[in-house]
T-cell receptor, first 115, second 112 residues
Framework: ETGVTQSPTHLIKTRGQQVTLRCSSQ?????VSWYQQALGQGPQFIFQ???????GRGNFPPRFSGLQFPNYSSELNVNALELDDSALYLC??????????????FGPGTRLTVL | SQQGEEDPQALSIQEGENATMNCSYK?????LQWYRQNSGRGLVHLIL?????REKHSGRLRVTLDTSKKSSSLLITASRAADTASYFC????????????FGKGTLLTVNP
């Protein structure tokens, strides 16, 4: 158990809908990263939040957006869902103060299915 | 885009045998990390090796890093059925954020 929680566990949406996924980071961690993992693939970096601001973004379109709250929890929002958005969405928390030793702690993930 | 590429894609061994997985990457890195994932669940951090380190041990795990060849290996000794999982290498390449770039993983099956 890493102390990182995600909700919901599973979600089914239809194409064109919007979805919000939530993540609570591990105590003492101020950085949250989101990853998308398609079936049979490794996780791909979506973006990272540090102190409530986006701190780096991967190759994902603007319809993927996020928030980080003062308690360092985070949301991932995806608008205009497409079939290819079906994936496991992983949240990872870390401490930006641990320079050169960025061990990230992952939550159990949210399985999103888009029909 | 994938940075690390694990080899082999799948590995099946008997309990008690050693398992070796390899990872290659393309750009310079700050560190390389190995993670385990059971049945599409969350990732569990196994070990981190910094770019100035060559070898690291943790219990039954041994990781090597060769920055000149841009490659790493993960050795699991005396494997157990509970080691059955997907194993991913991930690189951190610096910059102002701490994003990890993962490979596609090796599926390890340990038969009892």
């Amino acid at each position: 158990e890493t102390g990182v929680t995600q909700s919901p566990t599973h979600l089914i949406k239809t194409r064109g809908q919007q979805v919000t996924l939530r993540c609570s980071s591990q105590s003492g961690h101020n950085t949250v990263s989101w990853y998308q993992q398609a079936l049979g693939q490794g996780p791909q970096f979506i973006f990272q939040y540090y102190r409530e601001e986006e701190n780096g973004r991967g190759n994902f379109p603007p319809r993927f957006s996020g928030l980080q709250f003062p308690n360092y929890s985070s949301e991932l929002n995806v608008n205009a869902l497409e079939l290819d958005d079906s994936a496991l969405y992983l949240c990872a928390s870390s401490s930006a103060w641990t320079s050169g030793r960025n061990e990230q702690f992952f939550g159990p993930g949210t399985r999103l299915t888009v029909l | 885009s994938q940075q690390g590429e694990e080899d082999p894609q799948a590995l099946s061994i008997q309990e008690g045998e050693n398992a070796t997985m390899n990872c290659s990457y393309k750009t310079s890195i700050n560190n390389l990390q190995w993670y385990r994932q059971n049945s599409g669940r969350g990732l569990v951090h196994l070990i981190l090796i910094r770019s100035n380190e060559r070898e690291k041990h943790s219990g039954r795990l041994r990781v090597t890093l060769d920055t000149s060849k841009k490659s790493s290996s993960l050795l699991i000794t005396a494997s157990r059925a509970a080691d059955t999982a997907s194993y991913f290498c991930a690189t951190e390449s610096g910059g102002s954020n701490y994003k990890l770039t993962f490979g596609k993983g090796t599926l390890l099956t340990v038969n009892p």
